[in-house]
Nanobody, 116 residues
Framework: QVQLVESGGGLVQPGGSLRLSCAAS????????VSWYRQAPGKERELVAR????????NYRDSVKGRFTISRDNFKTTVYLQMNSLKPEDTAVYYC?????????WGQGTQVTVSS
């Protein structure tokens, strides 16, 4: 079954850290770029970070540069998002995404809440 499953969200204080995981199955994982998106209440879903198939290229939205790191383990078919120095404005549901044979694939999302 082709799927993405996120985990690792939770409640954290400002300045804290979380690591999200996105476990993939059912497709040739290393052939595809994988992205993390997020959606805050009342806002549109936005791209947070993307990593290409062999991890040799990444990009980030400006607001997370220097705080978030995307990485992947192709043997474990998993993509990670290490989030440091978290801010209240990082609060959102985080989704991982890839496009397999032209079809968008989304996970169910994991909630990240940054609050004191």
């Amino acid at each position: 079954q082709v799927q993405l499953v996120e985990s690792g969200g939770g409640l954290v204080q400002p300045g804290g850290s979380l690591r999200l995981s996105c476990a993939a199955s059912g497709f040739a994982f290393s052939n595809y770029a994988v992205s993390w998106y997020r959606q805050a209440p009342g806002k549109e879903r936005e791209l947070v970070a993307r990593i290409w198939g062999f991890g040799d290229s990444t990009n980030y939205r400006d607001s997370v540069k220097g705080r978030f790191t995307i990485s992947r383990d192709n043997f474990k078919t998993t993509v990670y998002l290490q989030m440091n120095s978290l801010k209240p404005e990082d609060t959102a549901v985080y989704y991982c995404n890839t496009k397999v044979q032209g079809i968008d694939l989304w996970g169910q999302g994991t909630q990240v809440t940054v609050s004191s």
